[in-house]
């Protein structure tokens, strides 16, 4: 019988315990659409941030050159059923997880259009991380 060497153990060792070691993903928008919306009024678009990092980040901004602003914001009920959005200054992603902004809740206002937004339209929104920096990403416009 032969006998390893320790080189060829270390290697292997070496190997394996990187196979298990967490990996550095990246971090991705998917399922990215708008609703339709005239010219001159707002709109809003949903998507959700997947972190795939071991790094928690923040969406700090946005912007699209179809809209005067885009702002992140939250949509709200409160106890008495009175509806109201509230500007978000920074969304946080935590490591790992991921954020859905939906109807109902997170999403990004597109204040003062430049144009409609009819059903199959596209367009480009850039969404601005503190870490991950700037991701460019296709909206797709689609009834809900």
Not at 5 to 30: E, K, R
Not at 63 to 76: K, L, Y
Request: contains cysteine; proline residues 3%; hydrophobic residues 45%.
């Amino acid at each position: 019988m032969r006998k390893f060497t320790s080189p060829f153990i270390l290697t292997i060792a070496a190997v394996l315990l990187s196979a298990c070691a967490p990996s550095s993903g990246v971090l991705t928008i998917n399922e990215t659409w708008a609703r339709p919306a005239s010219k001159g009024e707002n709109g809003a678009v949903y998507f959700v941030i997947e972190n795939g990092t071991d790094v928690d980040d923040a969406l700090v901004s946005a912007s699209t050159e179809i809209a005067s602003t885009a702002e992140a914001h939250m949509s709200m009920v409160s106890d008495q059923g009175v509806a109201s959005m509230q500007m978000q200054e920074a969304v946080q992603v935590p490591a790992g997880d991921s954020v859905t902004f939906k109807p109902g809740g997170l999403h990004i206002m597109l204040v003062g259009l430049k144009q409609d937004l009819t059903v199959g339209d596209t367009f480009t929104l850039i969404l601005q991380f503190k870490k991950a920096g700037e991701i460019t990403v296709q909206v797709e416009v689609r009834e809900q």
